[in-house]
């Protein structure tokens, strides 16, 4: 396998978000988000961990663009901070929030990097989540304002937008189970949240393509391959429904499929929250899709978990032969699986894989970090992805995740998925043998 095997137009990038690696977090009138509030609540992240500082990217971007350069990284994922841009949610702009982004852009076109912004990466102001956040309807008006400071400023420079990352994440781990910010649970919080993220991808992509007609426009998806614990029909019956909820929720109402509650009938309280006009401006001709594929998930039947009947089961129990620092099983059947999954619907625009990465325990010796299963781990993915391709799957690039290690999100810092190991306390970059893997297959001709 070489780069040269996936064709001259196919896309290499590595991905980030503002939250995990900015640090800054109250720097330069930057208001606080919900991460920045939920970081503070006792026993919600692993050690007490906080991204007060994280890997310092709002001080230190121009040293990680050099490293992007040296790997020969051509294109480059990364989000901005809401609450750095409006403190309160809506209203007045923070100028040097915007600045910081301005800079940030052209830095990248200095370097020949391609920047691939993600307009919201789970980082809602705090202000507006003491309206309600993704509970309140009124989400979709704010997200449109912040929207428009951003193209305003960099909207003449920046050709790859993409609106949400991970809908099912930030409405199920935030409102529902309460493990991410902002800590809500219940259906009453996740229903109104999941509408509610649903439409804001159509109004966003209209709103960015009215404003830049040459923009490339996407959202991206987390997604993981479906297994049933068993070949019993209650656990294939169960997967199918883990599979609607983890997969189906919030692709086919863009596609103008609607909801699949007919699929899973514990859906149906969505509907309370949907006005008469809604099932016309959910869908939207998006330019790409991002597919975020990291694991596969085994489910089986259970009667013990309400709504959905089926639990997990993790891969440590399965006692499957490769287990990552997160607990998931490496299995990189699972991309080819995802992009064929997607790649099957109609109408489906191209997709990119935005993020595919792992964590396992890395260490400085001598200078070097010798990260051998994050190169497996990268290799036996990519080869998949080139399958897909061969294939004649709709899938034309793929981005790693991450640059650095950084703040991952419940996980603190324990969880180190960088290209780039970071030192914490002094912030001393080392590319790990997977950064420079990369740069040499990437370098390849």
Known sequence: MVKADFGADFQWGVSSAAFQTEGAWDADGKGASIWDTFTKRKGKIRSAHHAQQ???????????LALIKEMHIP???????WPRILPNGTGKPNSKGLDFYERLVDHCLEKNITPWVTLYHWDLPQALQEKGGWTNRDVLSWLEEYTARIVGHIGDRVRHWMVLNEPTVFTAAGYFFGVHAPGMTGLPNF?????????????????LHSELPDALVGTTFSCSSIHP????QRDIAAAKRADVLINRLFIEPILGMGYPIADLKALTGIEKYMLADDERLMP???????IQNYTREV?????????????????????????TEMGWEVYPEAIYEMIKKFSDYPNIPKLYITENGTAFPDCVTDGSVADHQRVQYLQDHLSQVLRAKQDGLNVHGYFVWTLTDNFEWAE????????????FETQQRVVKDSGKWYGAFLAEK
Do not use: C, T
């Not at 614990?229 to 019993?232: I, V």
């Not at 939207?284 to 991002?290: A, L, P, Q």
């Not at 603190?412 to 030192?423: K, P």
């Open 54 to 64: 994280a890997s310092d990217f709002y001080n230190r971007y121009p040293e990680d």
């Open 75 to 81: 294109n480059f994922r990364f989000s901005i901070s």
């Open 191 to 207: 229903f109104p949240a999941a509408h509610h993220a649903a439409l804001a991808m159509g109004k966003i992509g209209r709103l």
């Open 229 to 232: 614990a068993s070949g019993r």
């Open 284 to 290: 939207f001709d998006f330019d790409f899709i991002g």
């Open 299 to 323: 489910v089986k039947h259970s009667y013990f978990v309400p709504y959905i009947r089926a639990r997990l089961v993790p891969a440590k129990r399965r006692k499957v032969p490769r287990v």
């Open 412 to 423: 603190g810092y324990h969880a180190r998925f960088g290209l780039v190991h970071v030192d």
